[in-house]
């Protein structure tokens, strides 16, 4: 298995920045990626970034291209998205998840998923 734990959701103001972190620990090579979601409220879950365990390729979705950062950290099996000009609707839970392939850039067999960090966006 593969455990995952988010931390660094916060209340920030609009035009903020804010970095949430992802640990993962267990049988992490299982996983070929780690993706970052959202889900705001009364809305489906939808992918953010993931990146690439092996060559730290990285891919984003449209929405957020330019304002967000997924990368490794220094600590081992850690990664970071790094979000800047936050918007309120930005506003979400934010989970980190064990992600097996990117296709097209779509993400496939999300295995194990963190309990998430909310992330509020005050206007």
């Known amino acids: 298995q593969v455990q995952l734990v988010e931390s660094g959701g916060r209340l920030v103001q609009a035009g903020g920045s804010l970095r949430l972190s992802c640990a993962a620990s267990g049988r992490t090579f299982n996983s070929n990626f780690i993706g970052w979601f959202r889900q705001a409220p009364g809305k489906e879950r939808e992918f953010v970034a993931a990146?690439?365990?092996?060559?730290?390729?990285?891919y984003y979705a449209d929405a957020v291209k330019g304002r967000i950062t997924i990368f490794r950290g220094n600590a081992e099996n850690t990664v970071h998205l790094q979000m800047n000009s936050l918007k309120p609707e930005d506003t979400a839970d934010y989970y980190c998840?064990?992600?097996?392939?990117?296709?097209?850039?779509?993400?496939?067999?999300?295995?194990?998923w963190g309990r998430g960090t909310l992330v509020t966006v005050s206007s």
């Open positions: 990146i690439s365990w092996s060559d730290g390729r990285t």
């Open positions: 998840a064990a992600v097996r392939q990117m296709l097209n850039g779509t993400p496939r067999g999300m295995d194990y």
